[in-house]
C-alpha cells in the first residue's frame, strides 16, 4: 500500500523524500484561481519518478452549477489540468464533486456532470483517471452524502470516473465511517484513493477542517479501518509540514503493518 501527502508543489519529490512518502499530490496552479497551469520544467524527472503522483484540482472547479459563467470555466480548466497532469505522469487528477445553488434542480447539476465528460471526449479525452472526492459541507452537494453520490454515478454510467474517498469529509457531512467502505463501494464500485484526515468539526457538522490522524474527533482506529478495507493508495492531507505529516504517514505505515505481520 502507497502512502504519501499532500505537499507544496515547488519540489514535489523533495517533498516526498522528507516525509518518506511514495505517493505525493499537489496543486499545478493557484487552487482558488482560475488560470491554466503552466508545463513544469521539472516534468521528465516527475514521470521517471518512482513516486505515485496525483494532482489535485482547483477548489474553485464547479462543473455542477447551472451558472455558466462558473460551469463553463470549470469544464475547460478542468480538462486543462487533466491534460497537466498527464504530462506529468500523474496516476489521478482529484476533483471535488461540486453543487448546486439553493433552489436550482440538484437532477440539472448531475447531469452537468455527465456534459463535463461528454465535453472532454470531444476534445480527445481527460488522459488521467478522474477522481471525484466526497465532500464535507453543502446541502446541494452533488458527492457529500451516499445518496447524492448514487444519483451522481447514475448520471455518469457512459463514462469511466474514479472516486476519492475523504475520512475528514465524510464524517463531517454526516457518513459514519464504520462500514463505509462498503457502501462507497456499492454505489461507486470503487475507491481509487483514500485522503486520510481526521477532522477538527464535529459528525455532519459540515466543516472541512482537516487535522493530524492523532488529533481531532474521528478515533484513529476507524481511519485505519477505512483503509484497510478500501485497499488502495493514501495520502494525508494534514497539517503540520514534514513533522506532522511524517507522522500521520509513520503512524498508519506502523498501524497496517503490524496488521500485515500478525494475519
Not at 444519483?151 to 464524517?171: I, Q, S, Y
Not at 466543516?207 to 493530524?212: A, F, K, P, T, W
Not at 503540520?240 to 503493518?257: M, N, S, T, W, Y
Request: charged fraction near 20%.
Amino acid at each position: 500500500m502507497r502512502i504519501g501527502a499532500h505537499v507544496d508543489s515547488s519540489d514535489p519529490l523533495a517533498e516526498a523524500s522528507a516525509r518518506a512518502a511514495e505517493a505525493v499530490q499537489f496543486f499545478l496552479s493557484d487552487p482558488q484561481g482560475w488560470k491554466a497551469p503552466k508545463p513544469r520544467a521539472d516534468a521528465d524527472l516527475l514521470r521517471a519518478a518512482e513516486v505515485d503522483l496525483y494532482v489535485h484540482a482547483p477548489y474553485v472547479i464547479n462543473v455542477a452549477t447551472l451558472n455558466n459563467r462558473i460551469r463553463i470555466p470549470s469544464r475547460k480548466l478542468l480538462l486543462a489540468h487533466a491534460q497537466a497532469a498527464a504530462a506529468i505522469g500523474a496516476k489521478g487528477l482529484i476533483v471535488h464533486g461540486g453543487h448546486v445553488n439553493a433552489g436550482d434542480d440538484p437532477a440539472v447539476g448531475f447531469d452537468n456532470w455527465r456534459k463535463t465528460f461528454a465535453y472532454a471526449a470531444d476534445s480527445g479525452g481527460f488522459g488521467v483517471p478522474i477522481l471525484i472526492e466526497n465532500t464535507a459541507g453543502g446541502d446541494n452537494a452533488c458527492a457529500r452524502r451516499l445518496d447524492a453520490l448514487a444519483r451522481l454515478w447514475d448520471a455518469l454510467g457512459d463514462h469511466e470516473v474514479g472516486f476519492c474517498l475523504d475520512t475528514c469529509h465524510a464524517h463531517a457531512g454526516g457518513e459514519d465511517l464504520l462500514g463505509l467502505v462498503d457502501r462507497v463501494r456499492a454505489v461507486t464500485g470503487r475507491i481509487d484513493l483514500v485522503h486520510a484526515n481526521n477532522s477538527k468539526g464535529a459528525f455532519n457538522s459540515g466543516q472541512d477542517r482537516h487535522d493530524n490522524l492523532d488529533g481531532g474527533t474521528i478515533d484513529p482506529d476507524l481511519v485505519v479501518a477505512v483503509i484497510r478495507a478500501a485497499g488502495a493508495p493514501v495520502v494525508v492531507e494534514t497539517p503540520g509540514g514534514v513533522d506532522g505529516q511524517g507522522a500521520d504517514i509513520a503512524f498508519l505505515r506502523e498501524r497496517l503493518g503490524a496488521e500485515i505481520r500478525t494475519a
